[in-house]
């Protein structure tokens, strides 16, 4: 059974980072691609970034404006999203994906979700 388990989030001010994590299990972690999505209240779901097994980086928005970087490491099962700089417009659910193979989908593509972590920037 997949599993993927988020972590990372809180209530942060504008202008400071935290790094999401998110751990997983039943999965073949390094021959799967993994992203980031984010959902905040009354919006639908956005992609933001997707990494394939090799660290291939595909962005499915820009919304970040190149503050945040998807990174893995496969010996510990994790990925994760560093965020910098983060402004009030950030706040959401945070939820970590996987991909049915190695490199990175389109974004309605994703098959094995988190439960997500809340993220919430105050100005």
């Known amino acids: 059974q997949v599993q993927l388990m988020e972590s990372g989030g809180g209530l942060v001010q504008a202008g400071e980072s935290l790094k999401l994590s998110c751990t997983t299990s039943?999965?073949?972690?390094?021959?799967?691609?993994m992203a980031w999505f984010r959902q905040a209240p009354g919006k639908e779901r956005e992609g933001l970034q997707c990494?394939?097994?090799?660290?291939?980086?595909?962005h499915y928005s820009h919304s970040d404006q190149g503050r945040f970087t998807i990174s893995r490491d496969n010996a510990k099962n994790t990925v994760y999203l560093q965020m910098d700089n983060l402004a009030p417009g950030d706040s959401a659910m945070y939820y970590c994906?996987?991909?049915?193979?190695?490199?990175?989908?389109?974004?309605?593509?994703?098959?094995?979700w988190g439960r997500g972590t809340q993220v919430t920037v105050s100005s």
């Open positions: 994906t996987a991909g049915s193979s190695y490199f990175c989908p389109a974004p309605s593509a994703f098959n094995y």
């Open positions: 039943g999965l073949t972690f390094a021959h799967t691609a």
């Open positions: 990494i394939s097994w090799n660290d291939g980086v595909d």
